[in-house]
């Protein structure tokens, strides 16, 4: 038995990577040009899911534009797209509440769509099936902040931040926003409130329901969460330390995108990725900076460590801007 169905957690603000993240979604920020969330796609295609629920909020039509979404619908390399749109964000929990109608009654995957990762997802679906519990929650020992009380003896999660006073003598990991949940975990998530999955799962493992753990400690896990991590997600991919296992829709990653013809005498260095349509002034010169589609750079313009979005304009003797 597989997991046919994953919820893309795609609504968040993405507040601490602004200004990217003012004109799109920050699942959509593009990676060597492929959408953040697309890698979240490739990814759960390859362990046989086929079907997709995006949650929206901010610059919700940006989905639309990506995937060609009519009627509500969509679609992304054979698989099958739905959104549920928040006026209101409601968080983890709330957006899994919110979806109720559109999951049915088996198991499905969560999977945080700002994150970009490279797991074993087929471990975490086998042990959530051969257990039968009601979460099965993906775990890693590095990688970011360690607040996830795991009882290595029972494979079962024991507290959040010791909130619960249970986890003060285990070992603690990090929460990686890939889980399973079955169709009962409906039942315990109030209907229309604003609330996160971790006071739901804490709710459970007090009452003495079972919450598994799985250590996925192998691959890649990287949170994009501010600009310096966006720079450097691209700098490791660019280096080879950072590389992906599963299939993708694309060839990737592409440095420069084959639209872009650039002047003989523009110097690049270090990790360079520029965008379909940019263009780059004659002189110019690009260090550790990305250039989104249509950006435009003006001649003997010298950028270091700079982001330029879609269709800006940037020039001059700049480091460490965002245009």
């Known amino acids: 038995m597989g997991i046919s169905t994953a919820f893309v957690l795609g609504a968040g603000l993405g507040t601490r990577l602004r200004p990217l993240t003012e004109d799109r979604p920050k699942p959509l920020v593009p990676i060597f040009h492929k959408p953040l969330v697309t890698f979240a796609f490739d990814h759960l295609r390859a362990f046989g899911v086929s079907r997709f629920i995006v949650n929206t909020h901010h610059r919700a039509e940006a989905y639309s534009t990506l995937l060609g979404e009519s009627g509500g619908a969509a679609e992304y390399a054979g698989c099958r797209v739905a959104f549920r749109h928040e006026p209101v964000l409601l968080d983890t929990g709330g957006g899994i509440k919110n979806i109720q109608d559109l999951v049915g009654d088996e198991p499905f995957l969560v999977f945080n769509g700002d994150v970009l990762a490279d797991l074993a997802i087929d471990r975490l679906i086998a042990s959530h099936i051969r257990s039968g519990n009601i979460a099965t929650i993906g775990l890693r020992s590095h990688g970011g902040p ?46 229309g ?28 896990w990287f949170d994009l969460g501010t600009r310096e991590s966006y720079l450097e997600c691209h700098r490791r991919i660019a280096a080879g330390d950072l590389a992906l296992t599963y299939p993708l829709d694309r060839p990737w990653p592409e440095p420069i995108h084959p639209s872009v013809r650039l002047p003989v005498d523009v110097t690049l260095k270090g990790f360079v990725a520029i965008g379909e349509g940019a263009k780059v002034g004659a002189g110019a010169e690009l260090h550790d900076t990305v250039l989104w589609e249509g950006a435009e750079i003006a001649p003997g313009a010298r950028l270091e460590s700079c982001i330029v979005r879609d269709h800006r304009h940037a020039g001059g003797d700049r480091r460490n801007a965002d245009f």
């Open 146 to 191: 360690l607040h996830v009380q795991w009882n290595p003896d029972t494979g079962l999660m024991a507290d959040v931040r010791n909130q619960l006073g249970l986890g003060a003598n285990l070992p603690s990991f990090l929460f990686t926003g890939v889980y399973v949940l079955s169709p009962a975990i409906f039942d315990h998530i109030p209907a």
């Open 193 to 220: 409130e604003i609330t996160s999955i971790i006071p739901i799962l804490l709710g459970l493992i007090r009452a003495g329901t079972p919450i598994g753990g799985v250590i996925l400690d192998e691959g890649t």
